[in-house]
């Protein structure tokens, strides 16, 4: 990558104003057209761009496959976890009212938003790095051993 | 605090399964994955089962997610017919659980196992899903969910070829997604409401317009092929044969089911039984294609050489038997329909199970390597042959008792044909499952024994298949309650829509 100084520059600008607009999307989900979806994918993005110019180890580097892990699971932790805990308060499964005294619906909607836009943006990247990784060796989360039964293998199929 | 549990029963039945498999993702080693599976499907099943008693006491249990009022927020709606279900797949769940831990560790490499946990408790989750709803799109949206884990738990299939089995059924199973969708937007427009109950009440004024006709037909077809109807049952073998064997026994026995469950809950609560059975020609068309089923699935697998796909196009027939009983619309019918759809559940995933254990010995699902196994594995094999002689419908086994109630459903209907067809096809099942028998009991075990270095399977395995088969046994001496239960929900579906 050394050669496209152009692209190299560019993005090193383009980056960090395309996180700080996630957040933004992010954050001014049930205001504006946007949310956690919209902000996963672009904070997405970023990185794979990220990997695109600087090369996927660097990325991979930068936001690690576990981080990743723990963020796709966490992401869906953070949604249901916050209807668990409206039924812990006594209402319904996601009733955000019982959240907050006040504006329980606004806040519960964000952060249920910041739960979906973790999981989206963590799956995203993690699917670029199967992809990207395809065909490299010492590859631990694209391994083609599709378990260990090899002798299993005799097909007689119609 | 146990009435609070009780009011949240409804939503934490699909609750614990959806956030115990982030939880698997979480614990990332397998013993941990399979622990949390293990806890979480049983807690389903006990919430299931609560589930059901609750609603037979009361008719149905209802629940407001958001503490939005339905019409306008997700309702959730257990009735008789939704529990039922909702037990088959949390009680094959659970069994699976024991099932799965041996079977898996044979057949996947160990740092992929969570996932797969993780993807079967997405699954169940969907499944679960689908029957608690009362929304038409949140059915959707739970059908996505368990659709795209079982594509990539088939994916996980020990040859490569499970990519390829779970590619086609990727792609039928969209264009059902999709044409599912394309009818709950029809009928969404012309209604403007989502929540089962008030389409209910609002689609009589607009019965007439093509746009509900249309919606009907999205509908029926996109399900008719997420339940493998015999046209779109072209995904079903390949997908069966080639899933792990712990999947294959757990999507075998809930996900067509689940199917079927969905299409006739849009057909009969949705729709009712006098539009799309009086109306339109719904009864026909789907008798007659129940008809071919049967037959062309009891055919195909006949001529099969690998057990997992024999057992695979049975189960297409199997479809067939089950949705004839439904599309009599007549309160018999509809409940030996779903007797049906249940003790099919519990014969395939019975069977499915028997053959996981012998693969897990031999390595290998094609009949000619079972040979033998009889004596090498006689408990697997004798729980194979009471399933199989269940799967016949021989008396004293649940298969007896449901086929007995489709039979006299369809006698009283006066169809005569497709109970002809119905005995030809049972005939036909004696064959099948007898060949499986010649070689597990008339065959001699092969010389080259270097792969029989197992013995029996293991304990969680045969427990797992013995509990299945033994609900087959107590089914089959004792099936009051399970045809009481059917036909209560058999009187809400086609008597409040006729």
């Known amino acids: 990558m050394r050669e496209h100084t152009v692209l190299r520059i560019v993005s090193q600008l383009v980056i960090a104003p395309m996180l700080l607009y996630a957040l933004y999307v992010q954050f001014h989900g049930e205001y504006s057209p946007g949310g956690g979806f919209q902000a996963g994918v672009i904070l997405a993005t970023a990185i794979i761009l990220y990997g695109l110019i600087f090369g996927v180890e660097a990325a991979r580097a930068a936001v690690t496959p576990t981080l990743l892990r723990i963020g796709a699971a966490g992401g869906l932790l953070i949604y249901g976890g916050t209807g668990v805990a409206t039924i812990l308060l006594g209402g319904n499964f996601l009733d955000y009212d019982r959240l907050f005294a006040h504006g329980g619906q606004h806040y519960g909607l964000i952060i249920i938003e910041l739960g979906v836009g973790i999981t989206v943006a963590s799956v995203m990247i993690a699917i670029f790095y199967v992809f990207a990784g395809r065909g490299r060796q010492d590859d631990p989360d694209n391994d083609e051993d599709h378990g260990r039964a090899d002798d299993y293998d005799a097909d007689d199929v119609s | ?498």
Not at chain 2, 40 to 53: E, P, Q, T
Not at chain 2, 227 to 248: D, G
């Open chain 2, 1 to 498: 605090m146990i009435t609070a549990f009780f009011n949240q029963m409804p939503v934490l039945v699909v609750v614990v399964p959806l956030l115990a498999a982030p939880l698997c993702v979480l614990a990332h080693r397998a013993f941990a994955a399979w622990l949390i599976y293990c806890l979480a499907s049983w807690a389903a099943f006990a919430m299931a089962f609560l589930l059901f008693v609750e609603a037979k006491i009361a008719g149905q249990v209802s629940y407001a997610v958001g503490n939005w009022a339905p019409p306008f927020g997700i309702e959730l709606v257990i009735d008789t017919y939704s529990a039922l279900v909702l037990l088959l797949v949390t009680g094959v769940a659970a069994l699976t659980g024991l099932y799965a831990r041996k079977s898996i560790a044979s057949e996947i490499a160990i740092e992929r196992e969570y996932l797969v946990f993780a993807l079967m408790l997405l699954c169940l989750a969907g499944l679960v899903g689908i029957t608690v709803t009362g929304d038409a799109f949140n059915l959707f949206v739970f059908l996505e969910i368990s659709s795209l884990s079982s594509y990539a738990l088939i994916a996980m299939g020990p040859k490569r070829r499970a990519l390829l089995s779970s590619f086609q059924y990727l792609i039928m199973g969209t264009v059902g997604g999709t044409f599912l969708l394309i009818g709950i937007g029809l009928i969404f427009m012309m209604t403007g409401t989502l929540n089962m109950a008030d389409l209910a009440d609002r689609l009589p004024e607009v019965y007439a317009t093509r746009t509900v006709q249309a919606g009907l037909a999205f509908i029926v077809v996109g399900l008719s092929l997420k339940a493998a109807l015999m046209p779109a049952h072209i995904w079903l073998p390949n997908a069966y044969t080639y899933a792990p064997s712990a999947i294959s026994a757990f999507i075998a026995a809930t996900a067509t089911k689940v199917a079927v469950y969905a299409l006739f809950r849009f057909v009969f609560t949705v729709f009712g039984a006098g539009y799309a059975f009086g109306t339109l020609p719904l009864g026909i068309v789907l008798l007659a294609l129940a008809a071919v089923s049967m037959i062309a699935g009891s055919l195909a697998s006949i001529f099969q050489t690998d057990v997992k796909r024999l057992l695979a196009w049975s189960s297409v027939a199997q479809m067939g038997y089950i949705v004839a009983g439904f599309a009599l619309a007549t309160p018999a019918g509809v409940s030996a329909g779903l007797v049906h759809l249940l003790n099919h559940g519990l014969i395939k995933g019975a069977l499915f199970m028997a053959v996981g254990a012998m693969v897990w010995r031999v390595r290998a699902s094609s009949i000619n390597d079972l040979a033998g196994l009889g004596r090498a594995m006689p408990l697997t094999s004798a729980a194979f042959v009471v399933g199989g002689l269940s799967l016949i419908g021989v008396p004293a086994t649940a298969g007896f008792i449901s086929k007995w109630a489709l039979m006299s459903a369809l006698f009283d209907a006066q169809h005569y044909g497709v109970m002809a067809l119905l005995l030809v096809a049972s005939l036909l099942s004696i064959i099948y499952v007898g060949r499986v028998i010649e070689a597990l009991y008339f065959r001699p075990l092969p010389d080259d024994v270097s792969h029989h270095k197992h013995g029996e399977a293991p304990l969680g395995m045969q427990v797992a298949t013995w509990a299945l088969i033994a609900i087959n046994i107590v089914i089959g001496v004792h099936a009051t309650p399970e045809l009481e239960a059917a036909a209560r929900a058999a009187a809400t579906l086609v008597g409040g829509g006729a």
